[in-house]
């Protein structure tokens, strides 16, 4: 079986065509059928879609990785094209989220929750089913669901925080999943932020799949939000896991891409808007 993955939405351009936006997206085409993990923030999936030929009307089923407006927000576009579709999510996906930001001093509170209410999204198609569990969606493909935190270097981001009845606490972001693909070569695992922890997600799709085998890593990895100690920490971790090509991508940011590509050399590559991985 085939597995083709192309980086449909992301921050920056590495190709000649499409647009770069704060968000991720991956179109992913197997042999028994294709998939959408994510969708970016609204402003490119449709558009980067059609430059880079992969028919969302295509998809067979929708997987978001967490309730952030960057995954979340080009899902209404998607569902204007698709109509009726299976979108797969942790229940937690709906929350009211906060990011409190220091920008010139000054501390700004900006919503960065899904931007559009769950009835609308129905509406257009939406046939939400919820999960918290790992579970085999096809054939071949997994969603690991809730990620237990283990490692004790990997923190939440401190600047996220859930509004409940008008009180904020902080966002551990219990509905951050990734999606995962056993392959011939080896398991793919596609991050949307990593919110959990890049090794926790890795040591949880080794534990729940009996596989240790990575052929690839790939997505936003949230590295560069946090501590350099988190990142130093991290590497030392994936060195140590068998992982054949790493590629990041969005909240991953250059100073954590670039130690990476010092660390793994040819194994790694940017996932720009374009990037293939072919398996
Ligand atoms: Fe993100
Ligand atoms: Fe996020």
Same mark, same amino acid.
């Given at each position: ?29 197997? $042999? @028994?059928?294709?998939? %959408? ?12 879609? %059609? ?8 998809? #067979? ?17 998607? %569902?204007?094209?698709? @109509? ?11 929350? $009211? ?7 010139? $001093? ?17 509406? %257009? ?19 690991? @669901?809730?990620?237990? #935190? ?25 509905? $951050? ?103």
């Amino acid at each position: 079986m085939k597995t083709r993955i192309t980086v449909l939405c992301e921050n920056l351009v590495g190709r000649l065509v499409g647009s770069g936006e704060h968000g991720f997206s991956a179109f992913i085409e197997r $042999d @028994g059928g294709n998939y %959408l993990f994510d969708t970016g923030s609204g402003h490119s999936v449709v558009a980067n879609s %059609l430059v880079l030929n992969k028919d969302l009307r295509t998809i #067979r089923k929708i997987f978001l990785s967490h309730g952030h407006h960057d995954h979340t927000g080009g899902l209404p576009e998607v %569902l204007k094209l698709k @109509g009726e579709v299976d979108v797969h999510v942790h229940p937690n996906l709906f929350l $009211d989220r906060i990011a409190v930001l220091k920008e010139d $001093d000054k501390e700004t509170k900006r919503f960065v929750g899904i931007p559009y209410k769950k009835a609308y999204l129905e509406f %257009l198609g939406a046939n939400f089913l919820l999960s918290k569990d790992f579970f085999e969606v096809e054939k071949e493909v997994f969603l690991t @669901g809730e990620v237990p #935190r283990k490692t004790l270097f990997e923190k939440p981001d401190p600047r996220l925080f859930v509004e409940m009845e008008g009180k904020a606490t902080q966002d551990i972001l219990l509905d $951050d999943q990734s999606l995962i693909l056993n392959t011939k070569k080896g398991l793919v695992v596609i991050f949307g932020c990593a919110h959990s922890g890049i090794i926790n997600i890795l040591n949880h799709a080794i534990h729940k799949t009996g596989k240790e085998k990575f052929y690839a890593i790939m997505g936003g990895t949230h590295l560069d939000f946090l501590t350099p100690e988190q990142l130093e920490e991290s590497i030392k971790f994936l060195k140590k896991m068998k992982i054949e090509k790493l590629s990041v991508s969005h909240c991953t940011g250059m100073r954590a891409a670039f130690r990476l590509h010092q660390e793994f050399g040819d194994r790694f590559f940017y996932g720009y808007v374009g990037s293939v991985l072919e398996v």
